[in-house]
Every structure is written in structure tokens, then in C-alpha cells.
């Protein structure tokens, strides 16, 4: 072959390599051209990146603080016996703690006029508050007690410039002269902003009480549900992909097997939510609105998505490493296990991620089982529990709150999205310090 | 091989646990998606004022509620569907043949349909049903005939009304409202405005020509919104010209932003409609399925709870959200508590 290159030298360039020739600058051109095209992609995505996030947290950032009502209560034991005897009792506190306000107001001497119910107008849903605090401390009783309770929504609303003075019409949520009442207040800072710890660890809450409402129990139910799913589909998709990778022989059934896997991988998850309806709840007898029941329904779907995640990562492990294992005596198995499937483990992790990740935010086949209205009211007393007491999930608590007549509420579901990122952000953290683990380890 | 363990162990916990939960403890409610914000607010109080858990309330629809109902007794069956509308006679026999025979009705209060449009657009003030059936239905009486809608502004067969585009969004098939919207508002203007005398003139029979009366024009003038209020009002919010189709509720949350028109010059409020002079207005429900009583912890408690005065009752916190009381409380309060079902004596 040299020889012949020899023979016939290539052809003489007329001029030096260091000077570009038209065919050169033209091909540097396209390359130029080409990484220009990339850039542009990129920075298009960033751009729409950008724009989702300043929208999102600017939307969800005022979720995240409430305004409060400082005071100091003090509740009698006759006055709580009275309350208890009542079948609103929640509204009885509620009134006890206005009468107090009231007069705490009028002994400070207030510059603008006011009654108890611009009083009532101007506080949220108390009652409940008051009384679960009083349940669990009853020594509490008669002794002066610091509150910090929600204030209605339309006063947060006007601080955070949902409600203004030019747009206000009197109605029995508001009164323009209320607005006077609050600024007064925050002269004396009674009212103030706060940040919101019941958002993130509270449940929901009726609708006409949006100060109360909190995203934490349904974090509890998709973290339950993400668990059922990852306890499930995880050994499942891998054993399955191992079989079919590496064992199963290849003819028709494992073509038709194969061929199914792909379909299913592209099934309308509101399917596998009939499904799950029909199967789990009306055949099978388990508990509706349940995260046991959204965790099985949601593993059938993340199924197809880990299994061919798994076999592809599987198959981009080098034959070379099973025949080098197969070739030092070891059975089929143990190449399998010891060689092949720590390599492949990332990319199952990777896998498995994405299919937790779409898990995550499906609200549809929850629909159908229950999961989805007024159904996260409060934590699970429990492990167990978790599984099987009616809980919702994240996204279907955003879709119910957005849905909600009270504009507050809908603030509340761009902050949900930012709990519910946040919550991915997590999940993927830990895939990624696992897969250094595992990749460290073989 | 500790995963492994822990894999087991947890499929393990799983499994018990779904066996030991089939005893139900809290009352499972589901329906009609505007009875929901109420149902929600008393399951909250209920939840709050007594030792019972706090029951789960799903929506869905009225129709579809209704069918989960009439699906069976039994704990993995619901207890009670919430219903915009009155239960029809193919549910009652639906319910019959899969088992549930005895079904105690509850009227909650009314609800008010209103007419709506954005805050600074025209001046859309006073509609009688003629008015909406002229912009949106699809065959209207124009110079003495009956034609294809062509109307493309309020002002051409009204000249009080603003002279401004026909948008209007109104609720989709699925939804209870249209029911309500169609009855009480098409009809009537399509019998005001002489389209339905003209109809019955061509050679139509009554039936045939009460469901003409209720088609809209498919010109893009009219929008049927199959979301809820929300998606309405963010169309409005879209389009100066729009006019939404609210329930009275929302309206009075969103007052901000909307607008209302009085209906036949009678301005939509609680009051207006518990006197029955606001003309768009529908009775809530939900119904109880009498064999789960005693058998669901907190059941017929939560149905007396929902209907007692403190809540229900004009000063409740149902009335201050929106729901108009309803003046015979205490018939229903009654046939709660005695847990009177329906065809016995009602």
C-alpha cells in the first residue's frame, strides 16, 4: 500500500496549506454556519427556560407569605365550655376571639371607626385553629396565649396587590372602609406579613378559607405513591429487561412481547387510570382515594419506561465484558450480575428517574380513583396508614386549587409547582449521588 | 442483599395494610362540581367541630357522581353524590337494579346562574332571554322571518345594548348549568322573541321545535367552555367583548374583575333569587344512600351537620360563600334526621 501511494503522489497544491482555498472557506463557513445554528437552539431554549421560571417563581413567590394577625387571647374555662356545647363550635371560638379583638381595639383607642363584623370581614377561618390548639393544650386555658392567625383573603389580597382601593366594590367579603381598619392595624402592628410555614406543611382546606390551606399532605401522599412505584416497578422493569436482554431466546412470543412493551410505553396514562378503577377498586376491593391504589396505577404506566430505558443501557455494555466473564468460567448468571448490570446500573438509575419524574406530575389516571377534589385533609398517622388513608397527590392538589373561585387559591397553585420542582430537584439529586455510588463501587 | 429485604418487606407492609384498611372509617362523597366548594367548606367544619374523620370529597359531575352512586352497596361504593339537578328516573331505576333502594334527598339551597362580562368593557348592564337567544341561538327572527343567525352585534336587535361583538362563553353539554342555562334563558327567548311560534308555524312539533330552540349558532359567536369557571373568566379576561355564564358564587369572588347584567331587570344577589325574582336559578342536592347509616362512621352526621342552620341557614358560612338559603330548612332538616327516604311520604 505505500508502495502505491508512492507511485502516484498525491497532486501538488498550487499554493501553502496555511492559505485557504475557496473549498476550504467554504466548508469552514458551513461549519461556522452549523455551530452558529446550535448556539441559536441552545440559547431559544434557554430563553423559554428563563421565561418558564422568572413566570413561575414570580406567580408562586407570594404563596409562600400570608398575612397575620398578632394577638393575644385569652380564653376562659366557662367560655370554653360554652363554645363546646355547641354544634358550630369553630364559629363559637371563632366569635369569642372577635368580641376580644374588638375590645382590645377599642381600649387602645383606634383612629377609624370600626364594628365587629368589619372585624369578622377582616379575619380568615380562626375558629378551627383556635380550637386544635386548645384540644391539644388544654393548660392552656386562661392564661394569655400569643396567636398569629390568617387573615381573610381579601385582606392578603390587598397586600399583595390583588385587591386595590380603585377596583374594591363593598361586598360582604370587603368593605372599602375595612382597608382603613387594616392600614390602622399595621400602624399598631397587629397585622403584618408573614412567611407561610402553613403552605408547605399544611393540608387543604375548605374553599372559603385559603389562609389554611397547605400543600404538605399531598407532598405526603406522592411521596408514598412514588414509593409504591419505585418498590414495584423497579425490580420488575429490571428483571424483566434482564430476561429479555440476556436470556430470553429470540422468536416470535419475545417479538411480540417486545413490540407490546413499546405500545404500552405510549398508552394514554387515563387509561391505565380505568384500568386501575376496574382492577384495583372494583375487583380487587382496595381502598379508593388511596396512594396505594395511585402507586399501583402509576407503576403500570412507569413499567414500559424503565423496562426500555433498562434494556438499552443494558445493551450498551460492551459484549466484550461478557464474553471476557463467560471466558474465565463464569456461568451466565454471574456475568450477568457481577459484570454486566453494575455498568448498565446509571443508566438504569437515569431510567428510572424519568419514569418517577413523569409519575410524579400525572394527574389524569388519579382522577379516576380518587384522587383528586377535596381529599388531602390531613397527614397519616402512620406508615401503613400512609398507603391506605385517602390522600391526594401534588399535582392534583394544583389542578383543584386552580380551579377555585378565590383568586388566592390560584396563587397557591403556582406556588404548589414550585414545591412540586422542588420536590423533582430532589429526587434527581439522589439518582445522581447514587449513580456516582454505583459507578465508584464496580 | 438489603434492598432486596427491604423490597419484600415493604411489598409485605403493603399487602396487610390494604387488607386491614377495608373497614372505611370517613364518609366518601362525591358529584356535581358546583356543589363541591360547598361540600368541601362543610366536610372542613365537619371535620374541625366534631370527633369524626374529615370525610373526602371528589367531584366529577353531577351525571357522573350519580352513576358511582347507583353502582352498588358497599364500603368500596360512595355514600353520597352531590347533584346540581334533581335525580332523574333512569338513576333512580339504575340505582334499584344494582341494590340501592333507599335514597334519602337532600336539598342544600340555590344556586344563581349569572350573566357576566370584564369590569371595563361595554356597558353590558340589563339582558332579558330574548337578548341572548337573538346573539346565540342558531335560528332567530329577523324582519319577520324566521333565518340562519347572522347578528353580528348586540346593538342590531337591540338598540340598548351596546354595539359591540357577540362573544359569549357559556357552560358545555357536560355540565348541570347547561341544563339550567338552556331551560330557563333559550327557551324563554326563544318563545319571547317569536322564533318557537315560527317554528311550530313552519310544521314543526313542539318537541322538535323546544330543541331547535336550543341550538346555538356554530359560528364561532358562541363558545362552549367544558372547564370550569376559571377557564370562563380567563376568556373574559381575554375579550372586552365577552360575556361569561357564572354561577353566583364565583361572580361575587371575582367582583374585581367582572361585571354582572341584571336578567329580566333583576339584579342577581342572594336575596333576589331565594324570593324566586331572579329567573336563573337551580336547587342543589346531594343524595344519602340509607344503608350506609350506621354501617359508615359520621354518615347521617354529616348529612344533619350540612343542612343545620348554623351552616346551611342564611348567616351560615355557605350563605356567606354564595349559596342562597333555602327558605324550607327546616322540612329538610326533618326529613334528614328522621332519615326519610325518597317516594316515602316526602
Not at chain 1, 233 to 246: Q, R
Not at chain 1, 249 to 261: A, M
Not at chain 2, 76 to 97: H, L
Given at each position: 500500500?505505500?508502495?502505491?501511494?508512492m507511485?502516484?503522489?498525491?497532486?501538488?497544491?498550487?499554493?501553502s496549506?496555511?492559505?485557504?482555498?475557496?473549498?476550504?472557506?467554504?466548508?469552514?463557513?458551513?461549519?461556522?454556519?452549523?455551530?452558529?445554528?446550535?448556539?441559536?437552539?441552545?440559547?431559544?431554549?434557554?430563553?423559554?427556560?428563563?421565561?418558564?421560571?422568572?413566570?413561575?417563581?414570580?406567580?408562586?413567590?407570594?404563596?409562600?407569605?400570608r398575612?397575620?394577625v398578632?394577638v393575644?387571647?385569652?380564653?376562659t374555662?366557662?367560655?370554653?365550655?360554652?363554645?363546646?356545647?355547641?354544634?358550630?363550635?369553630?364559629?363559637?371560638?371563632?366569635?369569642?376571639?372577635?368580641?376580644?379583638?374588638?375590645?382590645?381595639?377599642?381600649?387602645?383607642?383606634?383612629?377609624?371607626?370600626?364594628?365587629?363584623?368589619?372585624?369578622?370581614?377582616?379575619?380568615?377561618?380562626?375558629?378551627?385553629?383556635?380550637?386544635?390548639?386548645?384540644?391539644?393544650?388544654?393548660?392552656?386555658?386562661?392564661?394569655?396565649?400569643?396567636?398569629e392567625?390568617?387573615?381573610?383573603?381579601?385582606?392578603?389580597?390587598?397586600?399583595?396587590?390583588?385587591?386595590?382601593?380603585?377596583?374594591?366594590q363593598?361586598?360582604?367579603?370587603?368593605?372599602?372602609?375595612?382597608?382603613?381598619?387594616?392600614?390602622?392595624?399595621?400602624?399598631?402592628?397587629?397585622?403584618?406579613?408573614?412567611?407561610?410555614w402553613?403552605?408547605?406543611?399544611?393540608?387543604?382546606?375548605?374553599?372559603?378559607?385559603?389562609?389554611?390551606?397547605?400543600?404538605?399532605a399531598?407532598?405526603?401522599?406522592?411521596?408514598?405513591?412514588?414509593?409504591?412505584?419505585?418498590?414495584?416497578?423497579?425490580?420488575?422493569?429490571?428483571?424483566?429487561?434482564?430476561?429479555?436482554?440476556?436470556?430470553a431466546?429470540?422468536?416470535?412470543?419475545?417479538?411480540?412481547?417486545?413490540?407490546?412493551?413499546s405500545?404500552?410505553?405510549?398508552?394514554?396514562?387515563?387509561v391505565?387510570?380505568i384500568?386501575g378503577?376496574?382492577?384495583?377498586?372494583?375487583?380487587?376491593?382496595?381502598?379508593?382515594?388511596?396512594?396505594?391504589?395511585?402507586?399501583?396505577?402509576?407503576?403500570?404506566?412507569?413499567?414500559?419506561?424503565?423496562?426500555?430505558?433498562?434494556?438499552?443501557?443494558?445493551?450498551?455494555?460492551?459484549?466484550?465484558?461478557?464474553?471476557?466473564?463467560?471466558?474465565?468460567?463464569?456461568?451466565?448468571?454471574?456475568?450477568?450480575?457481577?459484570?454486566?448490570?453494575?455498568?448498565?446500573?446509571?443508566?438504569?438509575?437515569?431510567?428510572?428517574?424519568?419514569g418517577?419524574?413523569?409519575?410524579?406530575?400525572?394527574?389524569?389516571?388519579?382522577?379516576?380513583?380518587?384522587?383528586?377534589?377535596?381529599?388531602?385533609?390531613?397527614?397519616?398517622?402512620?406508615?401503613?396508614?400512609?398507603?391506605?388513608?385517602?390522600?391526594?397527590?401534588?399535582?392534583?392538589?394544583?389542578?383543584?386549587?386552580?380551579?377555585?373561585?378565590?383568586?388566592?387559591?390560584?396563587?397557591?397553585?403556582?406556588?404548589?409547582i414550585?414545591?412540586?420542582?422542588?420536590?423533582?430537584?430532589?429526587?434527581?439529586?439522589?439518582?445522581?449521588?447514587?449513580?456516582?455510588?454505583?459507578?465508584?463501587?464496580? | 442483599?438489603?434492598f432486596?429485604?427491604?423490597?419484600?418487606?415493604?411489598?409485605?407492609?403493603?399487602?396487610?395494610?390494604?387488607?386491614?384498611?377495608?373497614?372505611?372509617?370517613?364518609?366518601?362523597v362525591?358529584?356535581?362540581?358546583?356543589?363541591l366548594?360547598?361540600?368541601?367548606?362543610?366536610?372542613?367544619?365537619?371535620?374541625?367541630?366534631?370527633?369524626?374523620?374529615t370525610?373526602?370529597?371528589?367531584?366529577?359531575?353531577?351525571?357522573?357522581?350519580?352513576?358511582?352512586?347507583?353502582?352498588g352497596?358497599?364500603?368500596?361504593?360512595?355514600?353520597?353524590?352531590?347533584?346540581?339537578?334533581?335525580?332523574?328516573?333512569?338513576?333512580?331505576?339504575?340505582?334499584?337494579?344494582a341494590?340501592?333502594?333507599?335514597?334519602?334527598?337532600?336539598?342544600?339551597?340555590?344556586?344563581?346562574?349569572v350573566?357576566?362580562?370584564?369590569?371595563s368593557?361595554?356597558?353590558?348592564?340589563?339582558?332579558?332571554?330574548?337578548?341572548?337567544?337573538?346573539?346565540?341561538?342558531?335560528?332567530?327572527?329577523?324582519?319577520?322571518?324566521?333565518?340562519?343567525?347572522?347578528?353580528?352585534?348586540?346593538?342590531?336587535?337591540?338598540?340598548?345594548?351596546?354595539?359591540?361583538?357577540?362573544a359569549?362563553?357559556i357552560?358545555?353539554?357536560?355540565?348541570?348549568?347547561?341544563?339550567?342555562?338552556?331551560?330557563?334563558?333559550?327557551?324563554k327567548?326563544?318563545e319571547?322573541?317569536g322564533?318557537?311560534?315560527?317554528?311550530?308555524?313552519?310544521?314543526?312539533?313542539?318537541?322538535?321545535?323546544?330543541?331547535?330552540?336550543?341550538?346555538?349558532?356554530?359560528?364561532?359567536k358562541?363558545?362552549?367552555?367544558?372547564?370550569?369557571?376559571?377557564?370562563?373568566?380567563?376568556?373574559?379576561?381575554?375579550?372586552?367583548?365577552?360575556?361569561?355564564?357564572?354561577?353566583?358564587?364565583?361572580?361575587?369572588?371575582?367582583?374585581?374583575k367582572?361585571?354582572v347584567?341584571?336578567?329580566s331587570?333583576?339584579?342577581?344577589?342572594?336575596?333576589?333569587?331565594?324570593?324566586?325574582?331572579?329567573?336563573?336559578?337551580?336547587?342543589?342536592?346531594?343524595?344519602?344512600?340509607?344503608?350506609?347509616?350506621?354501617?359508615?362512621p359520621?354518615?347521617?352526621?354529616?348529612a344533619?351537620?350540612?343542612?343545620?342552620?348554623?351552616?346551611?341557614?342564611?348567616s351560615?358560612?355557605?350563605?356567606?360563600?354564595?349559596?342562597?338559603?333555602d327558605?324550607?330548612?327546616?322540612?329538610?332538616?326533618?326529613?334528614?334526621?328522621?332519615?326519610?327516604?325518597?317516594g316515602?311520604?316526602?
Open positions: 500500500m505505500t508502495d502505491a501511494s507511485d502516484n503522489p498525491p497532486p501538488a497544491r498550487a499554493r496549506l496555511r492559505q485557504a482555498d475557496a473549498n476550504t472557506r467554504r466548508r469552514n463557513a458551513a461549519e461556522k454556519r452549523f455551530r452558529a445554528y446550535g448556539m441559536v437552539a441552545i440559547l431559544t431554549g434557554l430563553f423559554f427556560l428563563t421565561v418558564l421560571f422568572v413566570s413561575i417563581i414570580r406567580s408562586g413567590a407570594p404563596a409562600f407569605t398575612t397575620v398578632n393575644e387571647f385569652t380564653l374555662q366557662d367560655q370554653m365550655d360554652a363554645a363546646e356545647s355547641e354544634l358550630f363550635k369553630t364559629k363559637a371560638y371563632s366569635n369569642l376571639f372577635i368580641a376580644a379583638l374588638q375590645g382590645k381595639l377599642e381600649e387602645r383607642g383606634m383612629s377609624v371607626e370600626f364594628d365587629e363584623a368589619a372585624i369578622e370581614r377582616l379575619l380568615g377561618k380562626v375558629g378551627g385553629t383556635l380550637r386544635a390548639h386548645y384540644k391539644e393544650f388544654p393548660d392552656d386555658v386562661g392564661k394569655p396565649v400569643p396567636f392567625l390568617a387573615a381573610s383573603s381579601r385582606v392578603d389580597g390587598y397586600y399583595k396587590g390583588r385587591v386595590n382601593r380603585e377596583t374594591l363593598d361586598s360582604r367579603f370587603l368593605q372599602l372602609s375595612d382597608l382603613d381598619l387594616v392600614d390602622a392595624l399595621e400602624e399598631a402592628q397587629i397585622i403584618k406579613q408573614a412567611f407561610s402553613t403552605f408547605i406543611t399544611g393540608a387543604d382546606s375548605g374553599v372559603d378559607n385559603p389562609g389554611g390551606a397547605g400543600i404538605g399531598a407532598v405526603v401522599g406522592s411521596f408514598f405513591m412514588m414509593l409504591v412505584v419505585l418498590v414495584l416497578s423497579l425490580p420488575i422493569g429490571v428483571a424483566a429487561s434482564i430476561y429479555l436482554e440476556e436470556f431466546p429470540q422468536n416470535r412470543f419475545t417479538d411480540l412481547i417486545e413490540v407490546n412493551i405500545n404500552l410505553a405510549a398508552v394514554p396514562s387515563i391505565f387510570g384500568l378503577l376496574a382492577v384495583f377498586i372494583q375487583f380487587m376491593h382496595l381502598p379508593q382515594s388511596a396512594p396505594l391504589v395511585g402507586g399501583l396505577v402509576l407503576s403500570l404506566m412507569t413499567l414500559p419506561t424503565i423496562i426500555i430505558s433498562t434494556r438499552a443501557s443494558l445493551k450498551a455494555v460492551p459484549p466484550s465484558i461478557r464474553d471476557a466473564a463467560l471466558g474465565v468460567g463464569a456461568s451466565k448468571m454471574q456475568a450477568v450480575f457481577h459484570h454486566v448490570l453494575p455498568l448498565a446500573a446509571p443508566g438504569i438509575l437515569t431510567g428510572t428517574i424519568i418517577l419524574a413523569q409519575a410524579l406530575g400525572e394527574t389524569a389516571p388519579l382522577l379516576l380513583i380518587g384522587m383528586v377534589g377535596f381529599v388531602a385533609r390531613g397527614y397519616p398517622d402512620g406508615f401503613v396508614a400512609g398507603f391506605t388513608e385517602p390522600n391526594s397527590a401534588m399535582p392534583a392538589q394544583i389542578y383543584t386549587w386552580a380551579a377555585r373561585a378565590d383568586a388566592s387559591f390560584y396563587e397557591k397553585a403556582w406556588g404548589g414550585i414545591i412540586l420542582l422542588a420536590f423533582l430537584l430532589t429526587m434527581n439529586i439522589i439518582a445522581i449521588i447514587l449513580r456516582r455510588r454505583f459507578e465508584r463501587r464496580w | 442483599m438489603s432486596v429485604k427491604l423490597t419484600a418487606s415493604t411489598l409485605a407492609i403493603a399487602a396487610v395494610s390494604a387488607t386491614a384498611a377495608a373497614a372505611r372509617d370517613q364518609v366518601q362525591a358529584g356535581s362540581s358546583t356543589v366548594p360547598y361540600a368541601s367548606i362543610v366536610a372542613e367544619v365537619f371535620g374541625e367541630n366534631t370527633d369524626f374523620p370525610p373526602v370529597v371528589e367531584s366529577g359531575g353531577s351525571s357522573a357522581g350519580l352513576k358511582r352512586f347507583c353502582e352497596v358497599g364500603e368500596n361504593t360512595i355514600d353520597v353524590a352531590n347533584a346540581s339537578r334533581q335525580i332523574r328516573e333512569k338513576e333512580i331505576k339504575a340505582c334499584a337494579e341494590g340501592v333502594t333507599d335514597i334519602i334527598e337532600v336539598r342544600i339551597g340555590y344556586d344563581g346562574i350573566f357576566a362580562s370584564q369590569q368593557g361595554p356597558e353590558f348592564s340589563a339582558f332579558e332571554p330574548s337578548d341572548i337567544y337573538n346573539a346565540i341561538g342558531a335560528q332567530v327572527m329577523k324582519d319577520g322571518a324566521l333565518v340562519e343567525n347572522s347578528f353580528n352585534s348586540w346593538a342590531e336587535f337591540n338598540a340598548d345594548l351596546p354595539d359591540a361583538e357577540i359569549m362563553f357552560p358545555g353539554t357536560k355540565h348541570g348549568t347547561r341544563e339550567v342555562f338552556e331551560d330557563k334563558v333559550l327557551l327567548g326563544c319571547a322573541t322564533a318557537m311560534q315560527a317554528m311550530l308555524d313552519g310544521g314543526m312539533d313542539e318537541d322538535a321545535a323546544e330543541d331547535a330552540c336550543l341550538d346555538v349558532r356554530q359560528d364561532g358562541s363558545v362552549d367552555i367544558d372547564g370550569d369557571y376559571t377557564e370562563t373568566l380567563a376568556r373574559i379576561d381575554a375579550n372586552t367583548n365577552g360575556i361569561g355564564v357564572f354561577g353566583l358564587a364565583f361572580y361575587e369572588n371575582n367582583t374585581d367582572l361585571k347584567a341584571t336578567m331587570d333583576v339584579a342577581p344577589s342572594t336575596e333576589t333569587i331565594s324570593t324566586g325574582e331572579y329567573p336563573v336559578s337551580r336547587p342543589l342536592f346531594f343524595y344519602v344512600k340509607k344503608a350506609h347509616i350506621g354501617v359508615i359520621g354518615l347521617q352526621e354529616y344533619q351537620f350540612f343542612v343545620a342552620d348554623e351552616i346551611a341557614g342564611p351560615g358560612p355557605l350563605a356567606n360563600y354564595g349559596l342562597v338559603a327558605p324550607e330548612l327546616a322540612k329538610t332538616q326533618e326529613a334528614v334526621a328522621n332519615a326519610t327516604t325518597m316515602s311520604g316526602s
